[in-house]
């Protein structure tokens, strides 16, 4: 093993535990996006009767929200690991070793992905058990959970990058709702070609999370849909490559080694 | 002598609540924004449900959504509120003040009337947004007076609610017992329909939510064509009666725990 490898395993050890052992980080995550897909499927089951709506389930059109929910989880527990580690002095002890940056900021967000993953299977459990059923069949189902751990990966960079930035879990906890913004002004709740409202379905055209959205539920309930695909990845991968470049910069400040 | 102790402490805890809460942008700005969101989310992305068959609302879906964002916000203000009383009992501020004041229950007389205030300023910004983006009333200035009292009544409750919790807690970790059931009673009413447009588990369950008559009266309201509004300002007052002893009960808790 390399020994940036190793440093990344330690890190990432020590990450998975460490959110393993706060039983709030898993559960709250697992469950409240879920309870929010029951409530608004139950709710907005009278949206599938307008003329225009793709499927004839809602919980079906809804399924693909949890996945990007439990993303925005992931921001808050990945910024707020970080900036307890800055709050307490471990990212200073740990300037004081040959650790790499970059291996820090990747086993830092070890934990974190290890629940994203563990929430993508579980919100596919849930809409399985409830009788979704996915149009791009099994292998649909792994590029979900693919997706959905690429959207947990950009968003805990972000995270990451706040914590950074700030160095307190009260900022990032403050900073953390903003990023609901861009889940509630997208297509989570209505196609958008059925938004009604101009300004509204401006925004959620140039909201990024609309096209991730749109790109899990594209295998949910039309199947392989190459242009939603490309763009969900496309999109994914521009939010991995930003939320890193940005917390490397920031990273780089706070390490300065003098 | 009593009715006047009463009066001082009230008068000298909703100050001081206020005062901090106005102050404070980390404070205020979280019960402003939600239900804001909420509304630009709900009146602007969804406003194409109010073309599906059988939607018998008398007005427009903005109209629709603005009663119950207005709900939503009278409901968290008041659980918001229950945050600053729980802060107060980490920083040892409530045992100086149980400590001074000759009568406690004005403590939590306080408290209701700072976030009542507090919730008024907040409605009023939400009216303002509703009106600017073009809402239009059917009810009349009585019809009106008679939805913000309702919404009112829904304060108090909540503030009620999370004063109780908080007592009897006592730490800032009490945040989410404060808002879950809150949150779970607000969305399991008919929030994005009518009553008779949900259907299954979700129609079973907001028929027997208490909110849902009050929601009910203050869309009738705002419409014009009032309905069930005796059945629910009898709601209401149900809610703030039993949530006064319950947060009374909690004040003889904190009492006794010194």
């Known amino acids: ?258 | 002598m009593n009715a006047r102790q009463l009066n001082d402490v009230a008068r000298g805890v909703s100050w001081r609540q206020l005062h901090n809460a106005l102050t404070n942008p980390v404070i205020f700005i979280p019960s402003l924004a939600f239900p804001l969101l909420n509304f630009a989310a709900f009146a602007g992305g969804l406003a194409k449900v109010r073309d599906v068959p059988g939607f018998t609302f008398n007005g427009s879906y903005t109209a629709f959504q603005f009663v119950f964002v207005l709900l939503q916000s009278a409901a968290f203000s008041g659980v918001f509120f229950g945050f600053g009383v729980a802060r107060d009992f980490e920083t040892g501020f409530t045992r100086r003040l149980l400590l001074a004041a000759p009568n406690r229950t004005g403590v939590v007389l306080g408290y209701s009337l700072a976030s009542a205030a507090r919730w008024l300023i907040t409605a009023s910004i939400i009216t303002a947004v509703a009106f600017a983006v073009g809402m239009k009333v059917g009810g009349d200035g009585v019809d009106l007076f008679g939805l913000y009292t309702l919404s009112l009544l829904v304060n108090f409750a909540g503030t009620l609610w999370s004063t109780g919790v908080a007592m009897r807690i006592r730490s800032q970790q009490a945040g989410p017992v404060m808002q879950f059931p809150v949150f779970l009673a607000l969305f399991f009413a008919p929030v994005y329909v009518p009553l008779s447009l949900l259907t299954g588990w979700i129609h079973g369950v907001a028929r027997v939510n208490p909110l849902t008559p009050v929601l009910e009266a203050e869309r009738g309201l705002v419409s014009g064509e009032p309905t069930h509004t005796l059945l629910a300002y009898g709601v209401g007052a149900a809610l703030v009666l039993g949530f006064t002893l319950w947060a009374l009960g909690g004040l003889r808790r904190a009492e006794a725990a010194g």
Do not use: C
């Open chain 1, 1 to 258: 093993m390399t020994a940036l490898a190793l440093e990344v395993a330690s890190l990432a050890r020590r990450s998975v535990v460490r959110t393993l052992r706060q039983p709030a980080a898993v559960v709250f995550p697992l469950l409240f996006p879920v309870l929010l897909l029951a409530v608004n499927s139950g709710g907005l089951r009278a949206e599938t009767k307008l003329p225009g709506f793709p499927t004839n389930s809602f919980l079906a059109f809804a399924l693909a929200v949890p996945f990007i929910q439990g993303g925005l989880f992931a921001t808050g527990n990945a910024g707020i690991d970080l900036a307890k580690d800055i709050q307490t002095g471990f990212l200073n002890r740990l300037a004081l070793t040959p650790m790499r940056g970059i291996a820090l900021l990747v086993g830092e967000l070890g934990g974190v992905m290890s629940v994203a993953l563990l929430q993508a299977v579980f919100y596919l459990a849930i809409g399985l058990v409830f009788g979704v059923r996915l149009k791009s069949g099994i292998v649909g189902g792994l590029v979900i959970i693919l997706l959905a751990a690429l959207i947990a990966l950009g968003f805990a960079a972000f995270g990451a990058f706040a914590a950074l930035r700030t160095g307190s879990t009260e900022a990032v906890n403050g900073i953390f709702p903003v990023f609901f913004v861009f889940l509630f002004i997208s297509s989570s709740n209505i196609p958008r070609n059925l938004m009604s409202t101009t300004w509204f379905r401006w925004f959620a055209t140039i909201n990024p999370v609309s096209y991730l959205i749109e790109g899990v539920r594209s295998l949910v309930i039309t199947g392989w849909d190459a242009q939603a695909l490309l763009l969900a990845f496309g999109v994914g991968l521009g939010v991995v490559a930003a939320g890193f470049g940005l917390a490397a910069a920031s990273l780089s400040e706070r390490l300065a080694r003098t």
